[in-house]
């Protein structure tokens, strides 16, 4: 008779439900250690493209990898046709240096004889560079290095001049660079080229 009790319906589902829970939770999972280098694996592998793009090349030279790289991109698509680019950097690369900061709180609670209360609170927080020494030469800590931004972008294209060719370069140059659309100019070529 109890045993029919359990058989109901609903009873099944539950203990079904309770198999697979059990099931699951007895599953082999990654251990922190193998989470925490795949993510560190990841990110150096990110960084690794940033710097063969930046590391060791002039201005000049990043700025011509990135106007080939594009021009490259543009060539492709439908009825963009031959292509010239020219892109304006803001400024050169940016160290960004590791800081040691300090902050020093103090509250001080005081009553006079009248009864009176005050509480003064004083924060004091000063900022200094920290430099690496070899032998008798220091320098800055640098922490990264961050790439020159992208000013403005113009683009020349035989197919240019059309709604669809330039709203489609317009788009592709921003999503690139993260420029604004009003600092992407696409012309068309002239007919001696």
Known sequence: MKLKKWLKRDNLIVLVL????????????????SVKKEISSIQNTDSAVVETVALGKSKKDYVQEL?????????DMEGVGK?????????SEELVLEKDESVNRSNTSEEDSEGGKRTVSQLESGESTVYISSGSNSEPYVIKTLLPTVEGVVVVAQGAGTGNVNRNITEIVMALFGVEAHKVQVVKMGSSR
């Open 83 to 91: 292509v010239s680019v020219m892109i304006t950097l803001k400024a």
């Open 67 to 75: 106007e080939e790289r594009l021009k490259a991109t543009l060539s």
């Open 18 to 33: 309770l198999g697979v829970l059990l099931f699951v939770i007895s599953l082999p999972t990654k251990s922190d250690d």
